[in-house]
């Protein structure tokens, strides 16, 4: 018997459904609707799910999944484990949040998120302010936005997200392909993505439901 709690992914503007591996084991996923907004969701036996690597990497799929699908779909995404305890109360929270999940749907309309790193030898010495100015002046001319991720690392030379439009993407990886070829040989350097606009997102739910 499916459970009626529902474990969401994010939020979108129209409807899709799809067999794929979700959280928590769940073998479809689809959308429950308020209005001009559909959350992306999987039935969940449980309203803690396992915070395992499978679990996590499910949650990212499925997001990606929705990236590509239908020739590209926009999406605010959740953090993992939110979790809601039927369609009445997730649907509340799609009312109270209208406006701001609204928002930031128009805000990354037809974006993605794409990642960077720059990592140096342990105990080099670098000229971390030339090589940053060196790439914001690539990478800015083809992206929307950037988030400072933190420097976690004392190799970590640079740790950023930027916020691409679909059609710039091409023009993107030019830039990054530039990068690598001129700090690739000194440096190790990291690029990933596509991701679901996580770091250009700020909307606070609060407590499970």
């Given at each position: 018997?499916?459970?009626t709690?529902?474990?969401?992914?994010?939020?979108?503007?129209?409807?899709?459904?799809?067999?794929?591996?979700?959280?928590?084991?769940?073998?479809?996923?689809?959308?429950?609707?308020?209005?001009?907004?559909?959350?992306i969701?999987?039935?969940?036996?449980?309203?803690?799910?396992?915070?395992?690597?499978?679990n996590?990497?499910?949650?990212?799929?499925?997001?990606?999944?929705?990236?590509?699908?239908d020739?590209?779909?926009?999406v605010?995404?959740?953090?993992?484990?939110?979790?809601?305890?039927?369609?009445?109360a997730l649907?509340g929270?799609?009312r109270?949040?209208?406006?701001a999940?609204?928002?930031?749907?128009?805000?990354?309309?037809?974006?993605?998120?794409?990642?960077?790193?720059?990592?140096?030898?342990?105990?080099?010495?670098?000229?971390?302010?030339?090589?940053?100015?060196?790439?914001?002046?690539?990478?800015?001319?083809?992206s929307?936005?950037?988030?400072?991720?933190?420097?976690?690392?004392?190799?970590?030379?640079?740790?950023r997200?930027?916020?691409?439009?679909?059609?710039?993407?091409?023009a993107?990886?030019e830039?990054?392909?530039?990068?690598?070829?001129?700090y690739?040989e000194?440096?190790t350097?990291?690029?990933t993505?596509?991701?679901?606009?996580?770091?250009f997102v700020?909307?606070e739910?609060?407590?499970?439901?």
């Amino acid at each position: 018997m499916a459970s009626t709690h529902l474990y969401t992914y994010g939020i979108t503007d129209d409807g899709v459904e799809f067999e794929t591996e979700g959280v928590g084991d769940a073998t479809r996923v689809y959308t429950v609707e308020h209005g001009s907004l559909a959350a992306i969701v999987s039935d969940s036996e449980t309203m803690e799910p396992d915070r395992s690597d499978e679990n996590l990497r499910a949650h990212d799929d499925v997001l990606q999944e929705l990236l590509y699908r239908d020739g590209g779909r926009t999406v605010v995404p959740m953090q993992f484990g939110m979790v809601f305890k039927n369609a009445r109360a997730l649907k509340g929270v799609l009312r109270g949040g209208r406006r701001a999940f609204r928002k930031a749907l128009n805000d990354v309309e037809g974006h993605v998120e794409l990642g960077l790193k720059i990592l140096a030898d342990e105990g080099a010495t670098v000229d971390r302010e030339a090589i940053v100015a060196a790439v914001q002046e690539r990478l800015d001319p083809v992206s929307d936005g950037e988030a400072e991720n933190g420097l976690f690392s004392d190799r970590l030379v640079l740790n950023r997200s930027y916020l691409v439009e679909r059609d710039d993407r091409a023009a993107f990886d030019e830039a990054v392909d530039a990068i690598i070829d001129e700090y690739g040989e000194t440096f190790t350097v990291q690029y990933t993505g596509p991701w679901a606009p996580y770091s250009f997102v700020d909307i606070e739910i609060g407590a499970k439901r």
